[in-house]
C-alpha cells in the first residue's frame, strides 16, 4: 500500500474516536430512509442479455485511498475472469464504482443514488467498519444483500440485520486468537513477560488490541503500556520514547498502514528493538509495508491475515497470476478480500438461478462459500465463523505460522533481530 495522502483533521476523519453508531445513525437516517423499499426489480424475463451491473462505492482518495484502491483490483480482477469465462447466469458483469472520498457523508449517499437512481442488480461494500456501518444501513432499509469485504468491528454485527455478510474469515475481537494460541505453545522462558499495546483509535484496529492484552493478561504478561492514538497522528516520536523507556518484550500495535510505517520507523531512530512485534493490517501491505520500514526491518514481524498467497484455495493461483501480470506485484491481502467477497455474492447468485435478493439473502445463511480465503459461513447477524492465519515476515517473504496445520513453513523467527 504506497502512502497515503496526508489523513484530514481529527475532526474530519473517517477514523475519528466515537461509537460508529453514534456517528453513522444521522447520516443514514437522512439520505437513506426516503430510500426505503425502493430496491430494483428482481430479474425478470427479457433481462437476460442485459449486463448484471453491481454497484460498489469505494474509497479512492482521502483518507482510506490505498486499501479502497487495493479493493477495486479485487473487484476488477473476477470481474475480467467471471466474464473472460462467460459471465454469471450467462450475462457479462459490469461494475458500477464511485468515489465515496472516505467520507461516511458520501458513501451513504452513494449506495443510496446506486440503489434507487442508478437501479444497480446487486451490490458489494466498500472499505473500513467506519464506511460500512452506514452503507449496510442504506442496504438493510433497502433490503439488498451486502456483501462486505472489510468491516469486522464488533458494532457492525449488533444490529440484527440479515441482509449483512462479512466476507473474511473472522471479526476483529477474534483476529488476536491465533497469536495468543502461538504465545500460549511456547515454552514458558520463551513467552513474553511483559507487553506494550499502543493503538489507533480505529473500531478495527482497536478491538484486536484489546482483546490480545486481554487474553495475555490472562496468561500472566504485565501490560507496561496501553494507549490509544488518534486516527490523524503522523509523528510516533512520544509514543516510541515511551516504549523504549519501558522496553517491552511484545510491542503489539493496532495500526491501519501508514501508522504502522510511522512506529517502526521512530523505534528504529530510538533503537529499540522489542523481542516481539505484533501489527494489525500495516503488514499484511505486501511490497507497501516492506518499501515503508525497509525489507530487512520487516523480519520476523507478526500480523494476522485472511489470506495467503501460496493458499491452495478455489482460484487463488489464478487471482495471484492476474495480479502479478496486471501490477507487476504480489497482491495486498485488501484486494484479495474484494475478490472474495465478489466470489461469495457471485455464488449466491448462481445457486438461486436469479437476482432475487430475499433468496440470496437466505441461500447465504443457509450454505458455506468457497473462496480464495477458505471456506466461509455467517451467523444469523452476519458475522463469520472461521479464524484468522498468523503470518510473519521472513526473508523478506510473507509465511503462515499459525496454525500449525495451515503453515506454510515450521520455522518461527523468535526473537525478532534487530533493526538494520
Known sequence: MTAQPPRPPASQSPRARGPILAMALALVAALALSACGQRPSETA????????????????TGDFA????????????????????????????????????????????????????????????????????????????????????????????????????????????????????????????????????P?????????????MQEQLEALGVETVYSELYPADTTNFQSVASTLASKKPDLVAQGAVFEDGVGLVRSLKQLGFSPKMLFQTSAPSNSSQYSDGVGVANTEGVFYTVSWNEKATTPLNAEFVAAYRKAYGAAPAEDAADAFAAAQVLQAAVE???????????????????????????WAANGEPKGSFLLAQWQSGQVEVVGPPELATTKTVVNPKPGWK
Open 199 to 211: 493503538s489507533q483509535d480505529d473500531p478495527f484496529a482497536h478491538p484486536v488490541i484489546k482483546s
Open 66 to 197: 490505498q486499501p479502497g484502491s487495493e479493493a477495486k483490483r479485487g473487484y476488477e480482477i473476477w470481474r475480467d475472469m467471471v466474464n473472460a469465462k462467460g459471465g454469471v447466469l450467462g450475462r457479462q458483469v459490469e461494475l458500477k464504482i464511485v468515489d465515496d472520498a472516505s467520507s461516511q457523508d458520501t458513501v451513504v449517499a452513494d449506495y443510496t443514488k446506486l440503489i434507487t437512481q442508478d437501479k444497480v442488480d446487486l451490490l458489494l461494500g466498500t472499505f473500513s467498519s467506519l464506511l460500512n456501518y452506514p452503507a449496510s444501513a442504506v442496504a438493510e432499509k433497502n433490503r439488498m444483500v451486502f456483501v462486505e469485504p472489510a468491516g469486522g468491528a464488533p458494532d457492525m454485527f449488533t444490529r440484527s440485520f440479515t441482509y449483512l455478510f462479512f466476507a473474511q474469515p473472522a471479526t476483529a475481537p477474534r483476529q488476536a486468537d491465533v497469536f495468543v494460541n502461538w504465545i500460549k505453545s511456547l515454552p514458558a522462558d520463551e513467552r513474553p513477560t511483559t507487553a506494550a499495546y
Open 351 to 377: 445457486a438461486v438461478g436469479a437476482i432475487d435478493q430475499d433468496k440470496l439473502r437466505d441461500w447465504l445463511h443457509a450454505n458455506t462459500v468457497r473462496t480464495l480465503l477458505g471456506p466461509l459461513s
Open 45 to 60: 424475463a427479457g433481462e437476460v442479455t442485459r449486463p448484471i451491473v453491481i454497484g460498489v462505492s469505494l474509497p479512492l
